[in-house]
């Protein structure tokens, strides 16, 4: 059930907007093709005008060299590199300073995201949204192989999130997400390094009042979990974000609203 913001939505021609997939990659040659060629395949079955900006954040394996390789067939992919250091943020960062597209969706490499979720954020912007985020805990949505205590820890954080931002957005952390072009603008500079890029864009975004979806998804982990010591070292991490966005929605909301243009009202956000 959409929010009463969603009737002040105006559609758009269907397909005027040009599609950029940003798809970090480290070390995912034996992931990366049947990524590359599914959403290729969707997306020219749906006639939507695309590139697949693929970032190699500091290989060491062959991925850019398959991704070049495939790049023969697939002319819409736009292979970048991403400088060292590493890190899924900084990857996303080098991306953010080369997609082409009046629209940007965050991918991952190893096929967790479903191509048919990728078109349906799509037909959410032609609705009128200025983003769509993808939630995995929404009825409709089907995960699979999400590591037990991984699983335990997202659904804590995320709604400590919920709490602190009042808003019904349930899947913060999720990489899954679709922002226009004027959003991703509006947010950047972006500082984040690691994992915690995921809460800095949809944070910044969900605090300036944007137009934001919810869509169920299908979403499929990795066979391998994540052990405690990493998780220990991206809570510090998420934590910083999380308190610098929050004091910003508290402190200089009026500031960021001003350079956006945007009203500082009612927030304008919608459920599926």
Same mark, same amino acid.
């Given at each position: 059930?959409?929010?009463?913001?969603?009737?002040?939505?105006?559609?758009?021609?269907?397909?005027?907007?040009?599609?950029?997939?940003?798809?970090?990659?480290?070390?995912?040659?034996?992931?990366?093709?049947?990524?590359?060629?599914?959403?290729?395949?969707?997306?020219?079955?749906?006639?939507?005008? #695309? @590139?697949?900006?693929?970032?190699? !954040?500091?290989?060491? $394996?062959?991925?850019?060299? &398959?991704?070049?390789?495939?790049?023969? @067939?697939?002319?819409?992919?736009?292979?970048?590199?991403?400088?060292?250091?590493?890190?899924?943020?900084?990857?996303?960062?080098?991306?953010?300073?080369?997609?082409?597209?009046?629209?940007?969706?965050?991918?991952?490499?190893?096929?967790?995201?479903?191509? !048919? $979720?990728?078109?349906?954020?799509?037909?959410?912007?032609?609705?009128?949204?200025?983003?769509?985020?993808?939630?995995? #805990?929404?009825?409709?949505?089907? &995960?699979?192989?999400?590591?037990?205590?991984?699983?335990?820890?997202?659904?804590?954080?995320?709604?400590?999130?919920?709490?602190?931002?009042?808003?019904?957005?349930? !899947?913060?952390?999720?990489? #899954?997400?679709?922002?226009?072009?004027?959003?991703?603008?509006?947010?950047? *500079?972006?500082?984040?390094?690691?994992?915690?890029?995921?809460?800095?864009?949809?944070?910044?975004?969900?605090?300036?009042?944007?137009?934001?979806?919810?869509? *169920?998804?299908?979403?499929?982990?990795?066979?391998?979990?994540?052990?405690?010591?990493?998780?220990?070292?991206?809570?510090?991490?998420?934590?910083?974000?999380?308190?610098?966005?929050?004091?910003?929605?508290?402190?200089?909301? !009026?500031?960021?609203?001003?350079?956006?243009?945007?009203?500082?009202?009612?927030?304008?956000?919608?459920?599926?």
């Amino acid at each position: 059930m959409a929010s009463k913001a969603a009737s002040k939505l105006q559609p758009l021609p269907p397909n005027t907007l040009k599609y950029s997939i940003l798809i970090p990659a480290y070390n995912e040659e034996k992931n990366i093709i049947p990524t590359l060629e599914t959403l290729a395949e969707k997306l020219r079955a749906e006639a939507i005008p #695309f @590139e697949l900006l693929v970032v190699n !954040d500091n290989s060491t $394996d062959q991925t850019p060299q &398959v991704i070049e390789a495939k790049a023969l @067939e697939i002319p819409e992919i736009n292979l970048v590199h991403n400088t060292p250091p590493g890190g899924l943020g900084r990857a996303i960062r080098c991306g953010l300073a080369h997609f082409t597209g009046d629209a940007l969706a965050v991918v991952m490499a190893d096929s967790s995201d479903h191509p !048919d $979720d990728v078109v349906r954020c799509y037909r959410k912007l032609e609705e009128g949204y200025d983003c769509v985020f993808g939630s995995r #805990f929404v009825p409709g949505s089907k &995960v699979t192989h999400y590591p037990p205590v991984k699983l335990v820890v997202n659904r804590l954080v995320n709604r400590a999130m919920q709490v602190l931002f009042m808003t019904h957005h349930n !899947d913060l952390t999720n990489a #899954f997400k679709v922002y226009r072009r004027h959003v991703i603008e509006s947010i950047l *500079p972006l500082q984040a390094a690691h994992f915690n890029i995921t809460i800095e864009m949809s944070l910044s975004s969900l605090i300036r009042r944007y137009r934001i979806a919810d869509v *169920p998804i299908t979403w499929s982990g990795r066979t391998w979990g994540v052990s405690n010591l990493r998780l220990r070292k991206m809570g510090r991490r998420y934590l910083c974000t999380l308190l610098m966005i929050w004091c910003e929605r508290i402190l200089i909301l !009026d500031d960021l609203m001003m350079e956006n243009k945007q009203p500082t009202g009612e927030t304008l956000d919608a459920d599926r």
